[in-house]
């Protein structure tokens, strides 16, 4: 890959650690990524910009969670170029881990620590002050008994709620959401849509998967297809285009699950 | 990396108060060890007085095995040990604090049950810093290959049932010595119990360096 810039620091940064015009953030090409001898990603193409949102779908299996625990780090990349921002995932891919954040299906969490002593450990990990932490927490309505409740006795949406308050805390240059919207009640969801534009407003990207189209569509800038491990088609969001004003587009047969969503 | 170890030590400790597992499975199944251990001998109070320091350091060894599945267990979460891995915490410093935090629990164990050794088995410890030092020294080689053959096996479906037939091989240098060198410290004979922290204090430097490199690529391979 041309040009490509190394973070050149370890320490906590800025939002964005390759700013606009310079290497996108993500950046796959013929990405082969094993998960045993299974080949998870089976070469994969992608790029993704700073201020960006990219909705992957697909059905089970497509390579979708490969894909975002590849950007992550969590899984070798073992052939092709993979680079996030500015990182060969190829020559390391620990070293960017502290760059992302990832929400998976599952929330991180220690079951006896309250859910601010959660988003604390997240915070203070990256070596960010305490108040950081507090106000993800309160930005994301866990005040008062819910702040102090062990994330043991939490309900799945309220885990995630946390899960998020700790992403959102960390700021990081690049948000991987795994099925964000799985779990969380209407507010939630609505206020989600609202992190991932202040996200993108402050120079982050962000990566999605989804299997409800008529929720992470309209928060997207394209949409990406993937089906065996690849990635097989684009289109168009609908972050910048009225949902109304997109077409509603079947999808393919191996989608079937994931309902009618709406392309350019 | 010591910051980021205080940080996993503390977490490790504050969980494991708040589930209080040591205090209510660790610590009972030690104290267990040392009664069963002291039944089977029988009532001979020499024969008890012998064995003492042996009864101990099992009771000790076993303790760790419990400890350390715990320690691997705070992590094996759904989504916390990607959490951790995403942390930014350097494997060298969750090495550290997971090792810091085993020992820490170890020692308090340790405490207690020389008091159980001591009221069980009515023996007195004269040569205190010796016990002490073997103790501390002990606990680091412990708690460091512990941490070690845990982050080894965690990936594992049978890491519940591998992880002693893995670590008590390993250990078993330290229940020799540290035996001899409480035995030493019983009979108030500091000179040979020194000979045996030549075993102990090589042990613990050892894994202790060997974790702080290898724990990183054992945590990406599990």
Redesign the interface.
Known sequence: MPGPRPLGTTA?GPPTMVPKAMAPVVQFRAAVALAGRFPALAGVDLSLHTGEVVLVVGANGAGKTSLLRAC???LPVTSGEAWILGVDLTADH?AV??H???L??????????TAA?NVR??V????LPAAAGDRALERLGLVGRLRNT?AGRLSAGQRRRV?LAALVARRPALWLLDEPHAGLDAASRSLLGDLIGEAVADGAAVLLSSHEPELAVPLSDRVVTMSGGRVTGTAEGGRRTPLAALPAVEPPPDQGTMGTWHVA | MW??AA?VAG?DL??EA??RVGLWQVVPFAVLVLVLVAFAIGPDNASLRHAAPGIFWIAVLFSTVLTIQRSVA?ES????R????????DPAGIFLGKAAAVGLQLLVLQIVLWAGVTVLFNVRVHVVWLAVVASLVATIGLACAGVLYGALSAGLRVRDTLLPILVLPVLAPVLLAGSKAWQAALDGSSSSGAGWLRILIPFAVIYLVIGIVLY?PLQ?AA
């Open positions: 906590p992550a780090g969590l620990t881990r502290r992302v954040g990832l998976g299906h599952a929330a991180p969490l220690y079951g006896e620590l002593e450990f997240a203070r990990a990256l070596g062990p899960a | 910051r980021e940080l977490k504050r969980i708040r589930s705070v979460g759904e989504g916390t990607d959490g951790l891995r995403l942390s930014g915490i990183g990406e």
